[in-house]
């Protein structure tokens, strides 16, 4: 019996070593057209990839793009080409620990560092002291949050905002449902640098696709696009450390729900209602009572969490009729 233990152990050991060092997916042909078109700038000595595109000449109106949990800027491609139509300048960028930026560890990510890669990147840019148009999802709607905090601040050297669109994300924590892996990697504590090295394509695509709506699902290669852009640079074992985003919108909602709530610039929500993380109707009725002044959109009842990739020309839509109203 001893050696039939033996035999096990030496065939598992070798296969889970080989398990745990499988090379990150080739990028697919769209994927890798968009890291070829995009550049870097560095931050504290850290590598952060961004998309700029000059789009309509003559106008000066920039809008920056602030992507979600735990995609990246490319969360936006389905709706790029139609901002170009409006804006002079598209912006995105991928925040640190996700997409093709670097991704370290062992690293204390925080909302704050976010917002500060973002200020610096539009110093980068020499955009500093334009009005920027803030488009944003899910965690990135809590990194505008940081941002105009600091612009009601009226810090020096800080982001001035023309405008800000959020769209489906967790800005009130009472009302914010996560994912029960995100539950598991967020606490768990010893276990969850293991449970980040387990984490596979299979893992990872029976997640997330619960978090859209059913008639609008993304394909198994739109999935793996995803997950390509998570295992870049290791992304997959910086998750767990990415995941605090949640403990900090709860130990900072004052800040963050109060810098919504005191808004005077014009600001917009775009809403897919079916989202299982901000259900419908508590997350609208909060909203609406919290920000009295704010405009919604609320699309199609099968939209949910991802509005911009599920119901593109939606939310295209949505987000121009507000742009246009002021």
């Given at each position: 019996m001893r050696e039939w233990w033996v035999q096990v152990g030496l065939l598992a050991v070798p296969l889970l070593a080989a398990y745990l060092h499988i090379p990150p997916p080739q990028l697919s042909p769209a994927l890798h057209s968009w890291k070829s078109s995009g550049k870097f700038f560095t931050y504290k000595g850290l590598r952060i990839?961004?998309?700029?595109?000059?789009?309509?000449?003559?106008?000066?109106?920039?809008?920056?793009?602030?992507?979600?949990?735990?995609?990246?800027?490319?969360?936006?491609?389905?709706?790029?080409?139609?901002l170009t139509l409006r804006f002079h300048r598209v912006i995105a960028l991928d925040f640190l620990g996700f997409g093709f930026s670097d991704k370290p560890r062992p690293?204390?990510?925080?909302?704050?560092?976010?917002?500060?890669?973002?200020?610096?990147?539009?110093?980068?840019?020499?955009?500093?002291?334009?009005?920027?148009?803030?488009?944003s999802h899910d965690y990135g709607d809590t990194v505008?949050?940081?941002?105009?905090?600091?612009?009601?601040?009226?810090?020096?050297?800080?982001?001035?905002?023309?405008?800000?669109?959020?769209?489906?994300?967790?800005?009130?924590?009472e009302t914010h449902r996560p994912l029960l892996l995100q539950k598991l990697l967020k606490d768990g504590g010893v276990l969850s640098p293991i449970l980040t090295r387990l984490m596979n394509f299979f893992v990872f695509s029976r997640g997330l696709t619960p978090v859209f709506g059913p008639y609008t699902r993304p394909s198994e290669s739109?999935?793996?696009?995803?997950?390509?852009?998570?295992?870049?640079?290791?992304?997959?074992?910086?998750?767990?450390?990415?995941?605090?985003y949640i403990n900090q919108r709860k130990k900072f909602r004052r800040r963050w729900v109060g810098a919504l709530a005191s808004v005077t610039i014009p600001i917009h929500f775009i809403y897919g209602p079916l989202d299982p993380v901000?259900?419908?109707?508590?997350?609208?009725?909060?909203?609406?009572?919290?920000?009295?002044?704010?405009?919604?959109?609320?699309?199609?009842?099968?939209?949910?969490?991802?509005?911009?990739?599920?119901?593109?020309?939606?939310f295209l839509n949505a987000y121009m009729g507000f742009i246009n109203s002021f």
């Open positions: 990839f961004y998309q700029d595109s000059v789009g309509v000449v003559g106008s000066p109106e920039i809008v920056v793009l602030l992507h979600g949990f735990p995609t990246s800027s490319y969360d936006w491609y389905k709706i790029w080409e139609g690293h204390h990510y925080s909302m704050f560092e976010q917002a500060s890669i973002v200020e610096a990147l539009l110093r980068h840019l020499g955009l500093q002291n334009r009005r920027i148009n803030l488009l505008a949050q940081e941002l105009l905090y600091r612009y009601k601040q009226n810090r020096s050297g800080r982001l001035t905002i023309k405008s800000l669109c959020l769209s489906n994300g967790g800005i009130f924590p739109e999935l793996w696009d995803m997950w390509a852009g998570i295992r870049n640079n290791d992304g997959n074992l910086v998750i767990d450390s990415l995941l605090q901000n259900p419908y109707p508590e997350f609208l009725e909060l909203y609406r009572k919290t920000l009295p002044r704010s405009t919604v959109s609320i699309l199609n009842d099968h939209i949910s969490h991802y509005p911009q990739l599920e119901d593109p020309m939606g």
